[in-house]
């Protein structure tokens, strides 16, 4: 290997790249690396069982070095990790752009970050400052605060601000805005389309917002910007990341890859050139871990960037400089985290924001609210991004069994409504005869399969009560309608209880 003959390029190599690992518990490789170098490391859900354990964790894990960055992907809302088990605490990004409140979006990412902070964690990959400007994004959609720039732009301020202000450093991302995209970069390359001049006016407001509530941390997104590079993804682009983010808007602090094993970066260049030249682009951090855990993906991380810089690739000032950022970064993340007010008590407020997002429409064909009967539910459930823990608790059936336990209730995927003939017609009628039958979709207007389906089932039962979880798709159907613009645990239960009344 590259790096057994060089070891102060490796430990620089080792300082920029962020890892994940698998476990509940720190790996010995893990240990190693922090003794030489390693600087940073992400956790995931599955490295989470209880807020003791991932406490346990993080503090061995700064037995090794005591300013290390642990860094977690927890935007609440549908992209939970420490939620990932039992489902999200807090509404998500859509939610509290809905309500509108700021001060409450501060109260929410201040919880948030009090609960981080008691784990170990020092850095949040969040919030997503990405205008929603195209309703059919696949990999945004309930993470952005909206699809209005000066909504998000205001929100983005208060996250980071009520964040921070616990003691765990913010991270603005995907720049420059993958809200306008129609692909999911964990799958191809997106192409954000617009020109020059209504990026500026639509998609970076959220960012200088971020800024001046002082942001130390952007991330950057794996798409393509013709408008200022036509060959690069932003990621691996010097024009975006030097001439956009740090010359125009003046940004000094950390810049970190999203997961750099994502298809859109590491498709047509692997994961070590992919890595190797977003670090040359500018990039300071490189996150990796999601998909690709293994002790060998760091090594060969490590490798690949110790092989650029001998080969004249990547320049050894701009490695350096880079592992500077990443040391700097880590210093003032750590002080952050001591002078931060101390830890609060368990709060509700993710419960309270979730039940003010909750908006119910009537249409005047009979059901009325509360319900009288023990309910129906059924739950079409997609597919979701790669970004969502597809294994996180959500819906509404839950929530009902638990509030009203005649509840009874039925979750089926594309693949099970297609397979069985007639089901529309069974999901409809013979399980809800007597009862109220709830109807929630998720994203169904990205979804042609569940908004057929939901079109079906009410056609066939008018009474029925609609629930939409994720992006509002504009038709209110059903005899009461109801949108939560998220698909949390908090969701389920806010507009459960609308729909027994028991708030």
Known sequence: MASDSHPRLTRLANSVLQPGFV??????????????????????????????????????????????IVAIDEEAGDVTRIGARTGASWPGNLALGAIDDTDLTEQVARDIGHQLRAIGVSLDF??????????????????????????????????????????????????????????????????????AEEIVRTALPPFTSAMDAGVRAVMTAHMLVPAYDEELPATLSGPVINGLLRERLGFTGLVVTDGIEMSAVSGPYGIGGATVRAVTAGVDAVCVGGESAEE??????????????????????????????????????AALTRAAEPDAKPSDIGLVAARRAVRVHRS?????????????????????????????????????????PGTTSVRLS??????????????????????????????????????????????????????????????????????????????????????????
């Open 364 to 404: 005047g064909t009979g059901t009325e609210l509360p319900l009288t009967a023990d309910p129906h539910v059924v739950e079409l459930s997609p597919t979701m991004s790669l970004a969502v823990d597809g294994a996180t608790p959500w819906g509404v059936g839950e929530p009902l069994r638990a509030l009203r």
């Open 296 to 333: 060998s993906t760091t090594v060969d991380l490590a490798d690949a960037l110790v092989r650029a810089v001998l080969d004249g690739t990547l320049p050894e000032e701009r490695l350096t400089e880079a592992a500077a950022r990443v040391g700097e970064f880590a210093t003032w993340s």
């Open 126 to 195: 969040a919030p997503s400052a990405d205008v929603n400007s195209n309703a059919m994004n696949p990999v945004i959609g309930v993470r952005s605060f909206g699809a209005l720039t000066d909504v998000v732009a205001r929100h983005t301020a208060a996250w980071i601000r009520g964040l921070q202000s616990a003691g765990v450093a913010a991270c603005a991302k995907h720049f420059p805005g993958h809200g306008d995209t129609d692909v999911d970069s964990h799958h191809g390359l997106p192409r954000f389309t617009a020109d």
């Open 23 to 68: 476990g509940t518990t720190a790996p010995d490789w893990v240990r190693r690396r922090i003794a030489d170098g390693l600087a940073s490391v992400v956790l995931f859900g599955r490295n989470i069982e209880s807020a003791e354990q991932v406490a346990a964790l993080t503090a061995s894990l700064r037995a090794e070095n005591p300013d290390l």
């Open 414 to 503: 594309e693949a099970q409504l297609s397979s069985e003939e007639g089901l529309l017609d069974r999901l409809a009628l013979a399980p809800a005869t007597g009862r109220d039958l709830v109807v929630v979709v998720r994203d169904a207007a990205r979804h042609p399969w569940m908004s057929e389906a939901l079109a079906g089932l009410v056609r066939r039962r008018p009474d029925a009560l609609v629930v939409e979880m994720g992006v509002p798709a504009g038709e209110q159907i059903g005899a009461v309608h109801l949108t939560t613009y998220g698909a949390t645990r908090v969701s389920g239960i806010a507009v459960a209880e609308v729909l027994v009344g028991s708030v």
